[in-house]
């Protein structure tokens, strides 16, 4: 790992919130992630599981942690188990975990070697009725491997099929989406990565540069600052490449008087950060550009300000969805007509607008939070409308991530990063 240890104080914390939300007698197993395979011994970098590493911060590959908080014997009720290190592994991948260290990153005390989990995992279960298993239940998941975790679920309903079967992630959903001071921390070095990339970009962008050089300036910003690389595939969108939500090619060249939309953003310790700009290639905005580009940064100061206690997810987007249709009408895109002929499921908005506004961004860009509860202090979401313009061939979304408050309006952990028309003109012709 490049980033800095995280005081274990929050994984002691986190297993404590969830133990007490867990049934009596029942235990909690969650799974490392695999190191995925591309082909012949070839593999994808580790990325761990984000519900071990938020319990446990263990942050390797082939580990387990057990939870039993009404285990007989102490020592059982918080378990790790490890890849037994030695000093073959140490020579050809690097050390793994001692069991010293695991104590050290984790607070965890009793730590075992993987090859006696079975031995150890058998006591356990006969001193239990219920188990807990973590899947993933993620609004926007679409799983079509087999995780490691569902691999142990199928071996532990062959082996133990008369014990109860309960689900980890309702409690996940809720724990995790409301964030620890030490994880905002993270989140803050992210996001002021996230700024030191996309400032190295406003130097170097003009006409003639190619989108993926753009993404090798935040690349190299973003490792020369501790973090692995982007949160997310990076957009670096130019032209009418904007009027594709998700383009991820970056292989075009930007012209002079193009519009590039940049949604980056920095990982920091596995937590995320999730930023939009849009920048001229030129340095300098058209008088419609900036029209457009002021209308949409308008939208988003207005939305975030509904990022308060109690706001339900839904209702907040109707609104902002009625500010965005008032901009729209204000620009010419859309007639008095087009707003009262609209299809209620489908408003007149959506032609320039067409995907929400906000999501949860924490360990994951799209983070763990139940929708249909209400926002609570702590909680952080992105903000990002934007206006998409195919016909004029230029698209505009800007991105903030804001932490809700108790009172007040959120903070935005991106305060620092331009945004102001103006400000983006002045840095690019300094």
């Not at 006591?123 to 926007?140: A, K, L």
């Not at 071996?155 to 409690?171: E, F, G, L, R």
């Not at 920091?268 to 905005?285: C, E, L, Q, W």
């Not at 408003?347 to 509860?373: C, N, Q, R, V, W």
Request: hydrophobic share 35%; with cysteine; aromatic share 10%.
């Amino acid at each position: 790992m490049k980033y800095d240890l995280i005081d274990n104080s929050l994984y002691t914390k986190n297993r404590k919130n969830f133990m007490s939300k867990m049934k009596s007698k029942s235990l909690a197993v969650f799974n490392s992630n695999d190191i995925y395979p591309i082909s012949a011994d070839s593999t994808m970098p580790f990325q761990q599981a984000r519900d071990i590493f938020y319990l446990s911060g263990v942050d390797q590959d082939k580990s387990i942690l057990v939870l039993f908080p009404d285990a007989p014997n102490k020592k059982h009720r918080e378990i790790l188990f490890l890849t037994e290190t030695n000093d073959h592994i140490a020579v050809w991948e690097g050390e793994k975990l001692t069991k010293e260290k695991a104590f050290e990153t984790s607070g965890i005390k009793t730590v075992y070697w993987l090859k006696e989990f079975e031995k150890v995992f058998f006591e356990i279960m006969t001193q239990s009725e219920t188990i807990y298993f973590n899947t993933n239940e993620h609004y926007r998941a679409n799983i079509e491997t087999q995780t490691r975790e569902a691999r142990f679920i199928e071996w532990c309903k062959q082996k133990y099929p008369a014990h109860q079967v309960a689900k980890s992630n309702p409690i996940l959903q809720r724990l995790r989406s409301v964030k620890d001071q030490i994880e905002l921390d993270q989140m803050q070095k992210a996001c002021d990565i996230t700024e030191k990339g996309f400032r190295r970009t406003l130097g170097f962008v003009k006409p003639g540069v190619w989108e993926y050089q753009i993404e090798a300036e935040m690349m190299h910003e973003f490792l020369n600052n501790r973090s692995q690389g982007f949160a997310y595939t990076p957009i670096i969108a130019s032209g009418n490449n904007a009027n594709v939500l998700h383009y991820v090619e970056n292989n075009q060249q930007c012209k002079a008087g193009d519009l590039i939309l940049l949604d980056t953003g920095a990982e920091y310790a596995n937590y995320s950060s999730d930023m939009s700009r849009t920048i001229p290639v030129s340095g300098k905005f058209t008088a419609r550009q900036k029209e457009v580009y002021n209308a949409v940064n308008r939208v988003k100061n207005d939305a975030q300000k509904m990022l308060v206690p109690g706001t339900i997810w839904a209702d907040y987007h109707v609104e902002v969805g009625k500010l965005m249709t008032s901009e729209l009408l204000g620009l010419g895109l859309l007639d008095k007509a087009d707003v009262k002929n609209e299809d209620p499921d489908w408003p007149a908005y959506k032609k320039y607008f067409m995907h929400g506004t906000s999501h949860h961004i924490g360990l994951d860009t799209h983070d763990y939070g139940i929708l249909t509860e209400p926002m609570q202090a702590n909680q952080v979401f992105t903000v990002e409308p934007g206006i998409y313009i195919p016909a004029e061939g230029f698209g505009i979304r800007l991105e903030d991530d804001l932490v809700i408050q108790e009172k007040g309006e959120p903070f935005n952990l991106m305060r620092n990063i331009p945004i102001e028309a103006d400000e983006i003109e002045d840095l690019m012709n300094s």
